[in-house]
């Protein structure tokens, strides 16, 4: 088996997945693999040993293990979200889906495999009034050699004007960005591209957070230079949730948050989903689709101010 998963994740990596993808898969194969080494007392063998009783048998332990509360001083222990639950079920669904491919009768065991049923909550977008404020006032007060600054405001920036994921725009090169027609070419999940605009402010901001970073980059270079090399999705990460606490105690400040403020304010001012949905790189309208529930609570609220039979 392990000779088995080791070729699964080379054919992801050249396939072009994520390394964050290839390596959680990798980490639940080798749950997987683990737990078979546990029930058969030996190496498991693929396929033979990959039956639909040991699938079943895996996912319901995988289903009541418990891991500590983040950041709990008291060491509490709590089962493992669904979510977290049916990313472990999707890596092994994948793997056997490569397996298939490959000539073996994969079918009986993947539907031994349980569907998990995720909850909907809706995404956490800020108001467009403060959010935009907030950034206005940042660019006003800013100093033009605060290069760790800037480089928080031009990543804030882009990922509310362009609707990215932080961890796209850690990977952007210069080579992207078409300055004279204001587009971004964006390598996304499941290496699919897409080109988005790339607003004026956005832009704006760049190029002061070059200036205070010595000069533009060259082609081939990172678009957020870092000390040395691209600067990494977790301090991008940790410059936006400085930033965009300032909007108060409540405020979410994930950068994901910037991508959904991006998606609903585009709603809330009558963009067509679709167009929306191919800035965001949704391969499914689906799950785009969730964003027009917070523009109907939106309208919902409006209505309830301002019309007098509310």
Not at 197 to 202: E, H, I, M
């Amino acid at each position: 088996m392990e000779q088995s998963i080791a070729e699964f994740l080379a054919h992801l990596a050249d396939r072009r997945y994520a390394a964050l993808t290839v390596r959680a898969y990798r980490d639940e194969l080798q749950r997987l693999r683990d737990f078979a080494l546990g029930r058969l007392k030996r190496a498991p063998a693929v396929p033979r040993d990959l039956t639909p009783e040991l699938l079943a048998a895996f996912a319901a332990g995988r289903s009541l293990e418990r891991t500590g509360e983040r950041g709990s001083r008291t060491g509490a222990r709590r089962p493992i979200s669904a979510r977290t639950l049916a990313r472990s079920l999707a890596a092994i669904r994948c793997y056997l889906g490569y397996l298939e491919r490959r000539g073996h009768a994969m079918g009986p065991v993947r539907s031994a495999l349980p569907r998990v049923t995720l909850p909907q909550p809706l995404p956490a977008a800020h108001a467009e009034k403060a959010l935009n404020g907030l950034l206005d006032s940042i660019a006003a007060a800013i100093p033009a050699e605060d290069a760790r600054g800037l480089r928080g405001l031009a990543a804030a920036e882009i990922l509310y004007g362009s609707g990215l994921r932080v961890g796209e725009l850690a990977a952007l090169e210069r080579s992207r960005l078409d300055e004279r027609r204001m587009l971004i070419r964006v390598f996304g999940k499941g290496s699919r591209e897409r080109v988005v605009p790339l607003g004026k402010r956005a832009l704006a901001a760049l190029r002061r957070f070059w200036a205070a970073a010595g000069g533009e980059p060259k082609s081939g270079e990172p678009l957020l230079p870092g000390r040395s090399g691209a600067v990494s999705a977790r301090t991008l990460e940790r410059d936006i949730q400085s930033l965009l606490s300032r909007l108060g105690p409540s405020a979410a400040t994930h950068p994901h948050a910037l991508r959904h403020s991006f998606a609903t304010h585009l709603l809330d001012r009558g963009a067509d989903l679709r167009a929306v949905q191919e800035l965001l790189g949704h391969q499914n309208l689906r799950t785009t689709q969730i964003y027009t529930h917070v523009t109907r609570r939106r309208l919902k609220e409006a209505y309830a101010r301002a019309h007098p039979r509310a």
